[in-house]
């Protein structure tokens, strides 16, 4: 059925509006650093980041960075006052009690965070850490992290079986049913579209093929939310995207910014994929 945003719902998406660029969505990136990194690295490219960022016209774009949960106090304490805006890689579905090595909301919230990515490809299914989160689990992380008012990114993507298969959008579909139902405040709410088939591979789907997605996602959520949703909604492209293909990418109509993986670990690179939106 049908899902319409209550007016309350609306409200909120008016006030986001406000702040966007006068050509539309404001652009939004995130560099997720995963599991990498020291206190040391971790500062240093910090500091390049927010060393670059003011010889940018970044008024139309917000920037992000995720660090590692041990690295998400110094690197926010460094980036206090400057365009450099901080996000966690992950949030846990429980309030804080008993739950060995989990990070709550609330704890996120605490420490100053106020965006988090959730549902991530290498938490949905990665043999090599074996964590398989379903779609019911990222629903509940969605659910606590908003809230307790914190701004989501929700990864959303096929692997490269159901891509041949010709799932790709029965796939993505199923992943949003889970979600939409819990989203309260779409003003802090956006996703990534990350083909796993072009998660750390080097290859990338074309700009042809993302802004295919992008369309049909948006318009999957104008028909399950409603119109005025779909359009304010900010759909994120990620998967091996480097600064020799994020202007092609940005410049299709429906791409809205980048979750980038390897390309934000040096200052320099994640600077010019920036620099590609401004």
Known sequence: AKRRSTPSQHLRISSACASMSSSGRKKLIIGNWKCNGTLSSTNALTKGLIDGLPKLETKSVEVFVAPTMIH???????????????AAQN????????????????????????????GHSERRQSTKIQSFESDKLIAQKVAIALEKKLSVCVC??????????????????????????????????????E?????GTGNTASSKQAQEVHEHVRKFVAAQVDKTVAESLRICYGGSVKPHNSADLISKADIDGFLVGGASLKSESFLAIIKTMV
């Not at 998400?72 to 901080?86: M, N, P, Q, R, T």
């Not at 029965?170 to 992943?175: I, K, N």
Request: charged content about 20%; hydrophobic content about 45%.
């Open 91 to 118: 949030v846990s579905a429980n309030p804080c009690g008993a739950y060995t090595g989990e990070v709550s909301a609330d704890q996120l919230v605490d420490a100053g965070i106020t965006w988090t990515i959730i």
């Open 156 to 193: 959303i993507g096929e692997t490269e079986k159901e891509r041949k298969e010709g799932r790709t959008f029965a796939v993505l579909e199923s992943q949003l049913k889970a979600v939409i139902p819990v989203v309260k405040d779409w003003s802090k709410f956006s996703l990534a579209y």
């Open 72 to 86: 998400l106090l110094s690197v926010s304490a460094l980036a206090s006052g400057s365009k450099l805006g901080i």
């Open 195 to 199: 083909p796993l088939w072009a998660i």
